[in-house]
């Protein structure tokens, strides 16, 4: 028992660390503009890597310490990967979770190899090694907390609270509350910006601001669908994924079968508090999503949500309810603020980013949990209120922005004369 309360004592301790770090590279990456300058890059990476290899050392220092007593630690990780029994599992996460690591190292290899044959640009290469390292290292750390409770969760809050910070920093910089003088982008082509100006965030470059929220606005769209899908399985699932990542797996089992099972854990998770802050940041994320009028962030998004509902249709129905007042409100204030050009008062700014984020919450939950407990008729006029929601959002947009989605790309238009002889 001693040695087992050690074990998981150290493996806590690994995931507070990795989970530390993960922090820092949220944080790091909001603060400098998403890394893409080289001079904010480097004492950011020197750091970092001096970080994840003290992180390493006493990772290694602690195993082979408790192999010689006797000791396991890193099972949990062990049985994260391989699985409970310790036999090997190819399950559909396992086979994402190598993919997130193998990914990154090998397309650093490469860079690595190219750097060794005396590429043309020696700096440029070592710049997308220092890059691809961190993001390698950044999966590995991100796999360690996911072996432990704490360490899942706290990437969980990480995320939320990365996602979060990004988008509202810069509705609060429309509406004048924030100060952020690169912000918003400006253009006097139309083929750049319908409106003149694009939300940049604190990335500074619309076109990443929003594929950035785009990520977001998927990862949460789609957790609200598989929650309110089928609430029971979803509730199975987080429980399976409790039982194969870390050491908490028989403990997870017993807390899942036993004090009323999953309708107690139901019943606690499916309260109205609950249910709103599951909704809470659709509204955020697409604003700033439509905001950054980024088409390709906008059709790689569409795609990638239409990919994942032919894999997975029965998330159809939650997912048109879950998004269909978060857009259609975004959808508005998009209108409103790109007609003002993205520059507001504050108090009519922030009396209309509450409202409508108001709105579309209870909306939102409304919608869900009708078209969660109705049936035949009234479910069907469910959905149909949903559809509509999409449908007048879409139009709004499209009306606004028709000549800016048909019209030629400046980017490729660009990019084709400077490729040209003497263009």
Not at 10 to 33: D, P, T
Not at 249 to 258: M, P, Q
Not at 343 to 370: D, I, K, Q, T
Not at 381 to 392: K, P, S, Y
Request: net charge positive.
């Amino acid at each position: 028992m001693w040695r087992f309360k050690k074990d998981r004592s150290l493996e806590s301790s690994i995931a507070y660390i990795c989970g530390a770090l993960v922090i820092a590279a949220g944080v790091g990456a909001c603060l400098l503009r998403g890394l893409f300058f080289t001079e904010e890059m480097y004492p950011f990476l020197t750091l970092w890597f001096v970080l994840c290899c003290a992180c390493s050392l006493y990772y290694l220092v602690g195993v082979g310490a408790w192999r010689k007593s006797g000791g396991g630690v890193g099972a949990g990780a062990v049985r994260g990967i391989t699985g409970v029994n310790g036999v090997s599992e190819v399950s559909g996460e396992n086979r994402a979770l190598r993919i997130l690591l193998s990914v990154p190292l090998i397309i650093l290899s490469l860079y690595v190899i190219h750097w060794l044959r005396g590429p043309l640009s020696s700096q440029g290469t070592m710049n997308e090694m220092l890059r691809w390292g961190l993001y390698a290292s950044f999966a590995i750390l991100v796999c360690f907390c996911a072996v432990n409770r704490v360490g899942r969760r706290i990437v969980n809050v990480t995320w939320s609270m990365v996602g979060m910070f990004l988008s509202m920093s810069a509705l609060l910089a429309v509406c004048g509350v924030v100060k952020l003088p690169f912000a918003v982008a400006y253009s006097n082509s139309a083929e750049v910006s319908a409106t003149g100006v694009r939300l940049a965030g604190l990335m500074e470059y619309p076109n990443a601001f929003g594929a950035v929220m785009a990520v977001f606005l998927l990862e949460r769209l789609f957790a609200v669908a598989v929650y309110y899908g089928d609430p029971k399985k979803s509730v199975n699932m987080l429980g399976a994924r409790s039982v194969g990542l870390g050491m908490e797996c028989t403990e997870a089992e017993r807390r899942s079968k036993g004090a009323g099972g999953v309708e107690a854990e139901h019943g606690k998770a499916g309260s109205t508090t609950a249910a709103l802050l599951r909704l809470l940041p659709l509204f955020p994320y697409t604003a700033a999503l439509l905001l950054s009028e980024s088409r390709g962030a906008w059709l790689t998004a569409a795609c990638a949500c239409a990919a994942a509902l032919l894999l997975k249709r029965q998330l159809i129905a939650p997912l048109l309810a879950a998004g269909a007042a978060p857009v259609a409100a975004a959808a508005l204030l998009y209108r409103q603020l790109a007609r003002a050009g993205l520059a507001v008062e504050p108090v009519p700014g922030l009396l209309l980013l509450a409202g409508l984020w108001v709105g579309a919450l209870l909306a939102g939950l409304w919608l869900c949990r009708r078209q969660r407990s109705a049936a035949g008729t009234a479910r069907a006029a469910m959905l149909a209120l949903a559809v509509a929601g999409w449908t007048a959002a879409g139009i709004a947009v499209l009306l606004h922005v028709r000549e800016r989605i048909t019209g030629p790309s400046s980017t490729v238009s660009a990019r084709c004369s400077t490729a040209t002889p003497g263009g």
